[in-house]
């Protein structure tokens, strides 16, 4: 069975770092796009990135305008995990994140991991 598993949100202060990972099972996601989602509180889950690779190569990446700078999206394929280092965190940061795998810079997601809670106190 095909699963995403996010790990490593938790508590950070503004201007804090957080590293995100997302450890994909069950088959190789190699072929997909992968990436993050979040969403806050009261609010609809958003796109924050998604990067397409060939051969370890990133060939394709692609960030939210309120991240850009900020956030990078990176990859280990002998792992099969995907990682979402976050700097300069802001409280507007806070929320679930979701990773995802899919295709057409994720405007299809295919498969959904169950979100991991970041909190940036100000």
């Known amino acids: 069975q095909e699963q995403l598993l996010e790990s490593g949100g938790g508590l950070v202060q503004a201007g804090g770092s957080l590293r995100l990972s997302c450890a994909a099972s069950?088959?190789?996601?190699?072929?997909?796009?992968m990436g993050w989602f979040r969403q806050a509180p009261g609010k609809e889950r958003e796109f924050v990135t998604a990067?397409?690779?060939?051969?370890?190569?990133?060939?394709?990446?692609d960030y939210a305008d309120s991240v850009k700078g900020r956030f990078t999206i990176s990859r280990d394929n002998a792992k099969n995990t995907v990682y979402l280092q976050m700097n300069s965190l802001k409280p507007e940061d806070t929320a679930v994140y979701y990773c995802?795998?899919?295709?057409?810079?994720?405007?299809?997601?295919?498969?959904w991991g169950k979100g991991t809670l970041v909190t940036v106190s100000s």
């Open positions: 995802a795998a899919g295709s057409r810079a994720l405007a299809d997601v295919n498969f």
């Open positions: 069950g088959r190789t996601f190699s072929s997909y796009t």
């Open positions: 990067g397409t690779w060939s051969g370890g190569y990133l060939y394709y990446v």
